[in-house]
Every structure is written in structure tokens, then in C-alpha cells.
């Protein structure tokens, strides 16, 4: 059983940047077995799948919505993966988890995420 905690939201202002973390925490957990994900949700709206990152962190793929300004990082030594957020807009405003998956997909099917953290608060605003 994993438990994934992140960190890292706050208050931000339009233009700003912010750095999310995610920790995995949990016995028979083997970090390195999973592609680890980030994915917000904005108020009154769907899920956004925002970024993925291969075991290695050699390989990485992200949504066009954030490509470019966000990137995803991961440090297996910690068990941890993070989100670097530039150039933050008030449209960027979520709560944003990390998840993971066993594997990546192009397609985007939430049953096959298997861990979710409990979020953290982003809010973009002057």
C-alpha cells in the first residue's frame, strides 16, 4: 500500500512560479515500478491530466495546456516526483495531485491510476 503525499501549493501571483512535490510513502511500495503523474483539477471542473514521467525520468510527456511552462522531475532515491510550475496564470488555478500508473497511455482512463494523493491548493491570483 502507497500512500503519496504532495506539497508545495500556495498563493501565487500571474507570472510566478511554484515547485510541487509528491512523496511516496508505504512498505511493498517499489517506487520505480511506476510512471509517476501529475493531474489537476480546477473549480467546477473536470480532471486535467497534466504530466507523466517514466521510472527513469528519462522519458516524459505533457498536456499542451502546460508544455513549455511546467516540468515534471523525479529524484527515485527520495521517492519523490515534482511538478515546476512557470509562469503560472489565474487558468492555472487547482487543486493538483500525483498518481500513479504502471504504464503510459496517450489515452487517459482514471480507473487506470492506481494511487492518488490528497492534493494541494494552487490558486494563481493578483
Known amino acids: 500500500q502507497v500512500q503519496l503525499v504532495e506539497s508545495g501549493g500556495g498563493l501565487v501571483q500571474p507570472g510566478g512560479s511554484l515547485r510541487l512535490s509528491c512523496g511516496a510513502f508505504g512498505s511493498g511500495f517499489t517506487f520505480t515500478d511506476y510512471w509517476m503523474n501529475w493531474i489537476r483539477q480546477a473549480p467546477g471542473k473536470g480532471l486535467e491530466w497534466l504530466s507523466s514521467?517514466?521510472?527513469?525520468?528519462?522519458?516524459?510527456a505533457y498536456a499542451a495546456s502546460v508544455k513549455g511552462r511546467f516540468t515534471i522531475s523525479r529524484d527515485n532515491a527520495k521517492k519523490t516526483v515534482y511538478l515546476q510550475m512557470n509562469n503560472l496564470t489565474p487558468e492555472d488555478t487547482a487543486v493538483y495531485y500525483c498518481?500513479?500508473?504502471?504504464?503510459?497511455?496517450?489515452?487517459?482512463?482514471?480507473?487506470?491510476?492506481?494511487?492518488w494523493g490528497q492534493g494541494t491548493q494552487v490558486t494563481v491570483s493578483s
Open positions: 514521467i517514466d521510472s527513469t525520468g528519462g522519458s516524459t
Open positions: 498518481a500513479t500508473r504502471d504504464y503510459y497511455s496517450d489515452t487517459i482512463d482514471w480507473a487506470d491510476f492506481d494511487s
